[in-house]
């Protein structure tokens, strides 16, 4: 026992046995009978005892009374009343309640109760209003509903750790403007935005240093809102961590800041979460995840809520940059699909349930500058990854994505069918040819018949478009930035017509195909095109920067570069979805235009946030432009 409990105990034992006589002592009207006194101290002492005893039972020398609630309260309630009936049965059995008043316990109750309440709501306001970090708490507004906003204030009052003092609310609901929580002021609402600068500037006699929302339910469009309202009038902003929940633990106050990805997320979900319940509570090893699909892939992933999130990536900042973005929700290794070593022990250890394979060199240009580690990236990497794959002896899905590029281009107005013949007139065509085929054979030589574990495909995604892009050479990203750096947009080859898409679109594709070849569709188990359909228009390069400029409402001038040292590209490519439409019933939400459009828009709300804001800096590093936060 500890010495606080000892002296708890001690302190409730003298409170019940002063309650005692105090209450006989009022209703004798003040006029003590030292004879009646002295008959009935043992049965004070009787009473004190089994207080105590039910108490220690109902396990309220357990607890921190600091922390306590009406749970606490209704212990002590319970216990008197059972004291007070057992000792009243007592004293009448032994004296026949001679000389005892029958209101004597009314009051005996309703004494010990106030005596026994009172002495620990003082020391807990004593506990509240002396801190000794209350000059250095950080001004805080609140935002949440009621129920969030009154935990979160509940544990700073009571947790001399906090680091944040509450001074405001901003409450959802306009009806609850004007009301108080804990005796901290509703100042505004949700629903009514606009007025909540007005009302912080002119109602609040300080001005707050943080904003925290309390909720972890907010929408998206309220986070930007809120994001660009603290952005703008120079306040941090964070938000508690759903895990944390507010708990009760010591230095529990288990906020994140909120981030430009935390906000700039897609405005509609492609996705038909019903028919992927078999990602819940699986372990998904994406390689690949910083790129524009990985990167993309990880976010969606999460709202199917997997067991474990692992994240593969030989970019360093690549893959620093979307597991901060997750923050605890994921883990990840700077690992390259080269190293076979490597490789093999990360999967043997994580025993993943599904793997989507993305780790690529994606750039035609670049295969022609490097063709030995074009070729070793996406061929052997890829030939890893099967091997490593393989050896698993517990059920696995790989989806594994190759290129729209895969096929032998002629150069006609063709959707290519993923029974068409495969080839590729670079080096990057060629090797992801060369995977799909390296796919076949390796699936008809050591899996089919022969592995009952593991089930894989393919996948040939179009040209993805989406926000978050920075790379250098891609057409999306080139166009944001000699927009927004008031410069020339330059096109190498501006008739090319790709199959364009939103990047949401193939990734929903690779989701409900891998979720019906875990429900045990082997038929599954072969090459799959995502591409737009048959009734979206086919887009050049030139008509997609083109559509950009105009969305973005910019005068940037368009410039063709005439260089016949480029290496060359396809002019024309078209990929054709009916199967997958046909058999996993899946089909593109965008339109191309409505792709350009959320794109744009994801890129005009960063900027709009960051033009005026020096936390962030686009730098131009090992020839590479790129987004970097400054450390504080």
Not at 142 to 166: A, C, M, Q, W
Not at 551 to 563: M, P, Q, Y
Request: aromatic share 12%.
């Amino acid at each position: 026992m500890s010495f606080r409990i000892f002296l708890t105990i001690f302190h409730d034992l003298i409170i019940f046995i002063f309650s005692f006589f105090l209450a006989l002592w009022l209703r004798l009207e003040l006029q003590p009978s030292l004879e009646l006194f002295g008959s009935l101290w043992i049965y004070s002492i009787g009473f004190s005892i089994m207080n105590i005893i039910i108490l220690n039972f109902l396990g309220l020398y357990h607890g921190i009374w600091r922390y306590a609630s009406i749970h606490e309260i209704n212990s002590i309630f319970k216990s008197v009343l059972i004291s007070t009936f057992a000792i009243i049965v007592v004293i009448f059995l032994t004296t026949r309640l001679e000389g005892i008043p029958r209101s004597f316990p009314i009051l005996l109750i309703i004494i010990s109760i106030f005596n026994s309440i009172g002495p620990r709501l003082l020391y807990r306001i004593i506990k509240d209003n002396l801190r000794s970090n209350s000059l250095t708490q950080i001004s805080t507004l609140l935002v949440g509903d009621s129920s969030s906003s009154e935990n979160f204030i509940r544990h700073t009052k009571t947790d001399k750790n906090s680091p944040y003092k509450i001074i405001a609310i901003i409450s959802f609901k306009e009806k609850s403007v004007g009301r108080r929580i804990h005796n901290i002021p509703i100042i505004g609402s949700l629903e009514n935005f606009k007025n909540i600068k007005f009302n912080i500037l002119n109602k609040l006699k300080k001005h707050p240093e943080r904003i925290i929302v309390s909720d972890s339910n907010v929408e998206k469009g309220v986070l930007e809102n809120l994001f660009i309202f603290a952005k703008s009038n120079g306040l941090a902003i964070g938000q508690i961590n759903k895990v944390s929940n507010i708990s009760i633990a010591k230095n529990s106050f288990d906020t994140s800041p909120i981030v430009i990805e935390d906000v700039l997320g897609r405005k509609q979900n492609v996705n038909d979460t019903s028919k992927l319940v078999e990602f819940k509570n699986k372990t998904i090893l994406i390689t690949g995840a910083g790129g524009s699909i990985g990167s993309e892939l990880s976010r969606q992933i999460l709202s199917l809520q997997p067991k474990n999130l692992i994240l593969l990536d030989n970019n360093e900042f690549s893959l620093f940059k979307i597991s901060s973005e997750l923050k605890s929700k994921c883990s990840y290794s700077l690992s390259d699909i080269k190293d076979t070593v490597k490789l093999d022990k990360i999967i043997n250890k994580l025993k993943p349930d599904f793997i989507f394979h993305l780790a690529a060199q994606s750039l035609v240009f670049k295969s022609v500058q490097n063709p030995i580690f074009n070729w070793k990236t996406n061929v052997m990497g890829f030939l890893n990854i099967m091997i490593s794959l393989s050896k698993l002896k517990k059920k696995c899905v790989g989806v594994l994505i190759t290129s729209d590029k895969c096929y032998k281009n002629i150069n006609k107005k063709v959707l290519y069918k993923e029974t068409d013949t495969l080839g590729g007139i670079d080096p990057y065509s060629a090797s992801k040819a060369s995977s799909e085929i390296l796919f076949k054979s390796f699936y008809e030589t050591y899996l089919k018949n022969k592995n009952k574990f593991l089930t894989v495909c393919t996948a040939r995604a179009g040209n993805v478009i989406g926000g978050g892009d920075w790379a250098k050479d891609r057409i999306i990203p080139d166009t944001i930035r000699a927009i927004t750096e008031k410069n020339d947009v330059f096109l190498r080859n501006p008739k090319s017509v790709r199959p364009w898409q939103h990047v949401l679109e193939p990734i929903s594709g690779m989701f409900w195909l891998s979720a019906r070849m875990y429900q045990g569709e082997n038929s599954l188990d072969e090459a799959w095109n995502f591409g737009p359909d048959n009734e979206n228009k086919f887009f050049s390069v030139k008509e997609i920067v083109e559509m950009m400029v105009s969305k973005w409402e910019s005068e940037t001038n368009i410039e063709i570069i005439n260089n016949p040292d480029e290496p060359f590209e396809s002019k024309i490519l078209k990929i054709d979805p009916s199967k997958a439409s046909s058999i996993l019933e899946w089909k593109n939400v965008y339109s191309v235009e409505e792709a350009i459009g959320e794109t744009v828009s994801w890129y005009k709300t960063f900027y709009e946030i960051y033009c005026n804001d020096d936390t962030y800096f686009l730098s131009k590093q090992n020839n590479k432009f790129q987004w970097y936060q400054k450390h504080e």
